[in-house]
C-alpha cells in the first residue's frame, strides 16, 4: 500500500500545473484552443519523470502504477470541474 501512496504523490504536482494552464487559458482566452495539448504534454512529461524517478523506491510496481494511473484520473476530474465552472 506504500507504493500506491508514492503513486498518488503525482497527483501534487498535477493539480497546480493544471491550475496554471487553465488560468493562462481564463485571462488569454484566444489560447484557449491549445489547452487540451498543452496540457497532455506537459501532463505526460510530469507523470514520465516522476515514474523514472521514484521506481527505484517502490517494491510493487503494479501498485506503483496503479498509484500514478489514479493520480492522472483525479487530476483530469478536477481540471474538468474547474473547466466547467470557467464558462
Given at each position: 500500500m506504500n507504493?500506491?501512496?508514492i503513486g498518488l504523490g503525482a497527483l501534487a504536482l498535477l493539480i497546480p500545473t493544471n491550475g496554471l494552464i487553465l488560468n493562462v487559458a481564463?485571462?488569454?482566452?484566444?489560447l484557449a484552443m491549445g489547452v487540451p495539448g498543452v496540457s497532455m504534454f506537459v501532463n505526460a512529461i510530469i507523470v514520465l519523470t516522476y515514474g523514472v524517478m521514484l521506481k527505484s523506491?517502490?517494491?510493487?510496481?503494479?501498485l506503483f502504477v496503479g498509484g500514478?494511473?489514479?493520480s492522472i484520473f483525479?487530476?483530469?476530474i478536477i481540471k474538468l470541474n474547474k473547466l466547467?465552472?470557467?464558462k
Open positions: 507504493d500506491l501512496a481564463k485571462y488569454k482566452p484566444h523506491y517502490s517494491t510493487d510496481t503494479k500514478i494511473l489514479l483525479i487530476s483530469m466547467i465552472k470557467i
